[in-house]
């Protein structure tokens, strides 16, 4: 007999109990499901739910999901299977759009301060009359341009109306990102003569060589770079031949990756291989590599001339022995890479986040993309490919920032009382500008009697740093309730169009029509229209902007959705989620390469033991999923922590210096600005270098967000890139000294003092051959 | 509805560790916020988790990641221990919790060798309007309960039954069958189907990547407790080569 | 070798009622310290039934913690009753006549301390195991499942618990009745029913006799399952892999002996102390028991020494990791040290002297530290196991006890003080029938050149 374990312990319990009363039996299974009409189980309410398809409102490259919609509630959030950026994937923060639409915390009408600012004390006022102060307040002020309306970079049909809104009224609009991409904009731009970011075809090259950007988790278009990854890895996911046969795994060779940054990030944790290079030299290491190329004859000789300018640069200046000793990459492996990468077609560089946002930063992504055209892969399959221009006339994808020059120009005009009012539109500058810019104190500060600034305007939905210092704030709807669209900005590498629309009717709707929340394009639109500004919109809200704006790629008849009249096609494009034209790929001048601009120096940075990297947070990412809770939940994949600031550092120097997990550190920056978070020592980390999450230390935000942690944007250096004036955000130095403080870092991770360790793969096993 | 026996494929070479899978499923099944306080008292329920493991030391260091969730285990150490039969096993593969019978010994939960029960310490609370969130679906356990991954059970039964009621085959891979953590995770690291459907995903993954050229192992195997969960190992280079 | 201290019936009568027919001094605050406490335990018990097991130290994976511990610490405590009048009883010691009772008495009341620790308390909704478990489902046909080890720990030591009733219950007829005949009104009238018409007819006393004779043989299966059933809630788990051994069953009975046995040492010493019973508890009976402890102390030290080499011989990654953490690791080792010490190192070199067997402060205090060593070495089994489970280092654990759970468990020590301090004001703790038996059995008359004795024994 087969007595397995299972089996033995039914005996024993069935002689133990005694077998006449007893009959060692499983449950009858079906006393456990309740039967009804159809087959129930006890866990299932029956009620009909409804997909509609939208756009993501949590990130800049809003995913296209469908959101599961029951008696007019929002329940989850799925990729849409048919948006060509995510092709039905979807991350952390998309699911966490439904929180945003029910936070507890959400404005739900007009307010105006009662109080000093900040102070939190509101009165809410009806929409009529606040569309009307704003425009009496605006149209008092003489010179226009002393308005600034601050706001993401916004694309789509919003941004066609910010564009009009501020052309006509003749306000200054500037764009502020956190963590600007003004560096790799220009770079694309120097690099390929795109206007657009191009796609990055990861999921059909062979050798991926990517340098700071943490592109699985935060950077550029992750979920869509994820699950190109996917099939990177282990090939494109299981196709249905014709004949019905299933063919899995259709792979070529499994393609290598090796990612270059000063941390290991969950982007360097995937790869093959991490090279830890010193904060500042990616653009050195880049050109290594292309020096071996060169100098081996491996790649593209005419590119290789017309990017030295037929030897004006004199690459043999970044010789691998030559930089080794600066970027902290022995020559050995640097003369690899480059073999690997020229050896392995099609092979696909990309450069980002940390590796641009140094003083040399545009330099850095410029050499970084260069390797593209050594080893020739632009515009083709498996390499850079370039997109095409936006399907809708008048209306681009989003675009690049303000750079941090421009913003710090703003705050010595605000000192100097040049503004007379700040709208802010998801714009969070007293959060994102490091301390030593200033811009808090600028906008508080009075002069001459009054405020510096003496308007402040939010057109946010939820608090935040900046929206709880004004003195008006409109709030908008929540993305899952309101109209909207985008042109994706890095697009599929084909022409694309997302649309967005309400999937519940708005929460506040209850509330009845003055109060509530409202489009922020129909508040623009009213304001406007209550200045008497014509802003040549065609219709009067912004739904009907939109509507005209389908109407032309309604009229071009070709892509994912056609139809015979517009009613038809309008249905069709909201139920897909948008439209697309899969044959409408790039037209436009094919990238040659040309002399680079610049060649990187040595990064500057101050002073300090360590090198501060601070990181987007995969939940809260630079702080703008702050108040959501499941993102404030998410786990850091590499530290497992959540809900708080650490400051990963090197276990064996965290030993040396006496720091123990959860010790409070204290991190000065040669600024004199400083930040307290909790040390997080593990062994993944260069003893040089500290990492910190960005996306904490909040005041005025929601109950999930404010008094928690330590906001490291904000102890940061002003270092700018000499060429972009971009905010050099990885080039700071700190000292870190012990507190004394203790507070437990709210970990998932055992808290055994022993390191989580599979040297013995008895968990995760390791096969050198694909199968 | 019998002779499904639902399974999964993990490919750990796949994953990157996004959580994504994590959070979608903390949506779908509503699983209470994971707050501060819970992570700190070590209470947090992930039901399908991402495991970090570290290998050597800087600057030969790596980090690995892999998901884990219940295994579905055919032969569940979890399930001869429960006094109550709050959780057994299924006709279609499926290690079930049935809340309402669980009276809370944990002695699953320390029975179960890959840690993936979760015990409901206290009474689930959310903000009265994130409450319109929660999928009807799933019940909301209360404190002093079992709970853990069910393979996202409401939605096998939602999916048949409308296949059913609309007289069609209830497609392999089909969105509204695919558990959530499934549907979310982009690299496609995680397969779910019938492994009784000869010509479903993760069956034809497991014909092909089981055996000696195969890549697939079961998590802690020599426990024996026939998993339906089968991994795929992760693809190293320089690795030294794992036992089994 | 023992003295004969020949005390006359109205004597035995007079000094061994002296607690039930006055009122001893310390009594009254003896028993309202022990219900304080026992009373705010059970507080402590309402504010988790309230709030729920979150206001334990609980976690994952430290699901079983103070709780379990307190469980199979009163099981082993139980072990001394069935030890006593059961093993004794049958080997025919002489010595264990005294203090049958008290450890009889002992074992109901650790009994119900371990029903209070573990299903009444550890479970998530105790409501529901209540009403759940017992009585079950039945409408629905779905029996409880008794592949569960919690199906047949509650059996048993259900099971255990009617029979040690019934022990302390046929025993107490005889001492019924002696109360019935010296009180009056209404105690008396409680007595006459209590003591179910005792006479003292020939039959009666044979019935009695053949009772207890025979419920020690029935209940010598129940001893040897008892504890093998609890230590199997442990050694059918995979889960946390220290446990899962097959030695736990004979280990765990020998320790339950070794700890019940101890308790009883102690209790005969407060005896003596608490009612002045020392002629009844002499040096004889110490003695023998300190002898005995030596036999049992060992064999459990060669049972614990088994554990570890089978535990090490395997070299499981986390076997091992679960022994470093308990011995190398600081509070465990610490614990740990002072486990061995107050389990062995310290008690059983003191029992190997004579004088000191025979002192009641050596006796109680060796014998007290036994019953600290084996409540730690069943927290170094649990706790460490449950931390260090398997291969899964990402999910390794720590646990601290909350106030609460520390409260829950003085309460079942109180609980157990309280209910013999009460059953000492109601029923004579020493059986004195017993007592004038043996005395009877030691009389002895000569035929002839012969000394007998002058009754024979049943
Ligand atoms: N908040 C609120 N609560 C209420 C009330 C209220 O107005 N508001 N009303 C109260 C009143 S008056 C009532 S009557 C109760 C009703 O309370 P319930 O009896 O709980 O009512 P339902 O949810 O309608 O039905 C119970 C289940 O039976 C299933 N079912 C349907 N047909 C069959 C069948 O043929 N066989 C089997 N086995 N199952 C079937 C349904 O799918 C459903 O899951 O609610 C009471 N509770
Ligand atoms: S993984 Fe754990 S919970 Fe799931 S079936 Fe197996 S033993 Fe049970
Ligand atoms: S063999 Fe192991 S896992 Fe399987 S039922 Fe038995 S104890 Fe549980
Ligand atoms: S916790 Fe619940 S499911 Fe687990 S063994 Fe106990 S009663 Fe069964
Ligand atoms: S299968 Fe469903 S329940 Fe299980 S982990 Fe995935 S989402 Fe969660
Ligand atoms: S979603 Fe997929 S890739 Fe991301 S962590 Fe989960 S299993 Fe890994």
């Known amino acids: 007999m087969d007595l397995t374990r299972r089996k033995f312990l039914t005996l024993v319990g069935g002689s133990a109990a005694g077998a006449v009363l007893f009959q060692a039996c499983g449950v009858p299974e079906a006393e456990l499901i309740v039967e009804a009409p159809v087959e129930m189980p006890e866990d299932m309410v029956t009620g009909i739910d409804n997909w509609y398809a939208t756009l993501c409102p949590n990130c800049s490259s809003q995913e296209g999901i469908v959101v599961r919609v029951m008696e007019g509630r929002a329940k989850k959030v799925e990729g849409n299977v048919d948006y060509p950026i995510n092709q039905g994937k979807h991350g952390v923060r998309c699911e966490a759009a439904v929180q945003g639409l029910y936070h507890p915390d959400r404005v739900s009408a007009p307010l105006v301060r009662l109080g000093a600012r900040g102070e939190g004390r509101w009165e809410e006022i009806s929409w009529t009359d606040a569309i009307a102060r704003l425009a009496h307040s605006l149209g008092q002020i003489e010179d226009r341009s002393s308005i600034v309306l601050a706001t993401e970079p916004v694309g789509g049909h919003l941004g066609k109306v910010v564009e009009r809104f501020a052309s006509h009224t003749g306000v200054r609009h500037m764009g502020y990102e956190t963590l600007e991409e003004t560096n790799l904009r220009t770079s694309m731009k120097q690099v390929y003569g795109l206007d657009d970011m191009p796609d990055f075809d990861i999921g059909n090259t062979g050798y991926l060589l990517t340098f700071g950007a943490d592109f699985l988790s935060t950077w550029g278009s992750p979920i869509r770079y994820a699950r190109a990854y996917g099939s990177f890895r282990q090939g494109a996911d299981a196709v249905r031949g014709d004949d019905g046969t299933l063919y899995i795994n259709l792979k070529r060779q499994r393609g290598t990756h090796v990612h270059v940054e000063p941390r290991l990030s969950t982007t360097a944790a995937s790869a093959d291989e991490w090279v830890y290079v010193n904060p500042g030299w990616e653009g050195h290491v880049a050109l290594a590599i292309a020096s071996v190329i060169v100098e081996q004859g491996l790649g593209d000789s005419a590119a290789a001339a017309a990017m030295t300018g037929n030897g004006a640069i004199d690459l043999s200046r970044y010789a691998p022995e030559r930089i080794a000793a600066g970027a902290g990459v022995s020559a050995e492996r640097l003369r690899k890479i480059a073999e690997d990468f020229a050896g392995h077609p099609p092979a696909l560089a990309i450069g980002g986040g940390s590796a641009g946002a140094h003083s040399n930063g545009l330099a850095n992504l410029n050499a970084i993309y260069s390797l593209n055209h050594l080893v020739g892969s632009v515009g083709k399959p498996g390499g850079v490919v370039p997109n095409p221009a936006s399907p809708v006339r008048d209306v681009t994808g989003s675009p690049a920032a303000s750079p941090y020059r421009e913003w710090r120009g703003l705050v010595d005009d605000m000192r100097a009382g040049n503004v007379s009012a700040l709208m802010v539109h998801r714009a969070n500058p007293v959060y994102g500008m490091p301390d030593t810019a200033g811009f808090r104190e600028a906008l508080l500060g009075r002069g001459g009697g009054g405020f510096n600034v003496p308007l402040i305007v939010s057109f946010s939905g939820m608090m935040d740093d900046t929206s709880s210092l004004a003195d008006l704030v409109l709030p908008e709807n929540h993305g899952l309730e309101d109209w909207g669209d985008d042109v994706p900005n890095p697009g599929p590498g084909y022409q694309a169009f997302g649309l967005r629309q309400p999937v519940v009717r708005p929460f506040f709707e209850g509330r009845g029509v003055h109060l509530g929340t409202r489009n922020f394009g129909d508040v623009l639109m009213g304001v406007a229209q209550t200045m008497e500004v014509d802003l040549g919109l065609e219709g009067e809200s912004f739904k009907d902007v939109l509507e005209a704006g389908v109407e032309g790629l309604f009229a071009r008849d070709r892509g994912s959705v056609r139809a015979h009249d517009f009613r038809s096609f309008w249905n069709g494009v909201l139920q897909r989620g948008g439209w697309w034209d899969t044959t409408a790929a790039y037209s436009g001048p094919a990238p040659s390469p040309s002399q680079l601009e610049t060649t990187p120096d040595a990064p500057a940075t101050g002073s300090g033991q360590f090198a501060l990297v601070p990181y987007p947070s995969i939940g809260i990412t630079d702080g703008r999923g702050a108040h959501l809770p499941w993102l404030q939940a998410v786990s850091d994949p590499i530290t497992t922590a959540s809900w708080q600031t650490w400051v990963e550092i090197n276990l064996a120097r965290a030993e040396e210096m006496g720091i123990k997990e959860g010790d409070v550190l204290k991190l000065t920056a040669s600024n004199g600005r400083s930040i307290e978070a909790l040390a997080y020592p593990h062994p993944g980390i260069s003893p040089d270098v500290v990492a910190v999450p960005m996306g904490q230390g909040h005041t005025g935000g929601g109950q999930y967000e404010n008094g928690r942690g330590a906001n490291v944007m904000s102890v940061l250096d002003t270092v700018e890139d000499a060429s972009t004036g971009a905010l050099a955000w990885a080039a700071t130095r700190v000292n870190v000294a012990k507190t004394g403080g203790w507070t437990r870092v709210p970990r998932f991770e055992n808290t055994a003092p022993d390191l989580a360790t599979d040297e013995d793969q008895h968990i995760i096993k390791l096969t050198t051959k694909d199968s | 509805m019998a002779g499904e026996k639902w399974g999964m494929v993990i490919d750990v070479d796949k994953c990157v560790g996004c959580q994504a899978c994590v959070v979608a499923c903390q949506s779908e099944n509503n699983i209470p916020i994971n707050t501060e306080e819970l992570y700190n008292q070590r209470r947090a329920v992930q039901w399908i988790r991402i495991e970090r493991y570290w290998e050597g030391e800087f600057p030969n260091v790596k980090a690995r990641f892999i998901p884990v969730l219940c295994q579905h285990c055919s032969d569940a150490p979890c399930e001869p221990v429960c006094p109550v039969f709050a959780t057994y096993h299924n006709s279609e593969g499926l290690n079930v919790q049935v809340y309402n019978r669980c009276i809370g010994t944990r002695f699953c939960a320390n029975n179960c060798p890959y840690h993936v029960r979760f015990f409901n310490f206290w009474e689930p609370s959310w903000p009265e309007s994130l409450k319109n969130q929660l999928n009807p679906d799933v019940t909301i356990r209360s404190r002093g309960i079992m709970e853990k991954c069910t393979f996202c059970i409401q939605r096998i039964r939602r999916s048949t039954r409308d296949a059913k009621l609309e007289g069609r085959e209830l497609e392999d891979g089909a969105r509204e069958l695919n558990p959530a953590c499934v549907n979310a995770c982009p690299t496609d690291t995680l397969v779910f189907g019938d492994l009784n459907d000869p010509e479903s995903r993760v069956a034809k993954l497991t014909e092909k990547e089981t055996g000696d050229h195969g890549r697939g192992y079961h998590l802690l195997e020599e426990l024996g407790t026939e998993p339906n969960v089968l991994y795929l190992k992760k693809v190293d280079k320089d690795a030294k080569e794992g036992h089994a | ?458």
């Open chain 3, 1 to 458: 070798m023992q003295e004969h201290v020949q005390l006359d019936q109205k004597q035995i009568n007079r000094e061994l009622l002296n607690g039930v027919l006055q009122m001893p001094k310390w009594w009254p605050s003896a028993t309202v310290i022990a219900f304080i406490i026992f009373i705010t335990g059970l507080g402590a018990f309402g504010y988790m039934l309230n709030k729920g097991v979150g206001v334990t130290g609980l976690n994952r994976p430290v699901y079983w913690g103070f709780f379990m511990v307190n469980f199979v610490f009163w099981i082993g405590i139980s072990h001394a009753g069935i030890m006593i009048s059961a093993i004794l009883r049958l080997t025919q010691a002489e010595w264990r006549r005294p203090v049958t009772r008290a450890a009889e008495v002992l074992t109901v009341f650790s009994l119900m301390a371990a029903l209070m620790a573990a299903p009444l308390v550890h479970v998530g909704r105790p409501w529901r195991a209540d009403l759940w478990v017992f009585p079950y489902d039945f409408a629905r046909g779905i029996w409880i499942n008794i592949r569960s080890p919690f199906i047949w720990d509650p059996s048993a030591v259900m099971t255990y618990l009617t029979a040690s009733t019934l022990f302390v219950l046929v025993a107490l007829l005889p001492d019924l009745a002696i109360i019935r005949d010296r009180s009056k009104g209404f105690t008396r009238a409680a007595y006459s029913v209590l003591c179910l018409g005792w006479r003292g007819t020939p039959r009666q006393w044979k019935l009695q006799a053949v009772a207890g004779i025979l419920l020690s043989a029935l209940v010598l299966p129940v001893f040897v399952s008892v504890h093998s059933i609890v230590s199997w809630d442990f050694a059918v788990q995979i889960g946390p892999e220290a446990w899962h051994s097959t030695i736990f069953a004979p280990y765990f009975i020998i320790g339950a002996i070794h700890s019940g046995v101890s308790a009883v040492a102690t209790v005969m010493v407060l005896m003596v102390w608490l009612w002045g019973w020392k002629n009844y508890i002499t040096p004889d009976h110490l003695d023998a028991i300190g002898r005995l402890l030596i036999v049992v102390a060992t064999t459990w030290f060669f049972f614990f020494f088994l554990e570890w080499v089978f535990a090490i011989y395997s070299l499981e990654a986390p076997e091992l990791a679960m022994r470093d953490l308990q011995v190398f690791q600081w509070p465990w080792s610490g614990l740990f040290v002072l486990f061995l010490l107050t389990a062995f190192f310290i008690p059983v070199p003191m029992w190997l002297f004579r004088n000191l067997r025979r002192s009641l402060w050596a006796m109680f205090i060796s014998t007290i530290l036994v019953n600290v060593g084996m409540w730690l070495e069943r927290f170094l089994i649990i706790i460490p196991g449950t931390m260090r489970r398997g291969h899964m280092i990402f999910d390794w654990g720590s646990y601290h006890p909350s106030i609460i759970e520390i409260l829950m468990v003085a309460m079942t020590f109180a609980w157990v003080v309280l209910g013999m301090l009460l059953f000492s004001k109601v029923f004579p703790l020493i059986p004195l029938f017993d007592v004038k038996e043996a005395m009877v059995g030691r009389d002895e008359i000569k035929i002839g050149r012969k000394t007998v004795p002058a009754s024979i024994r049943e």
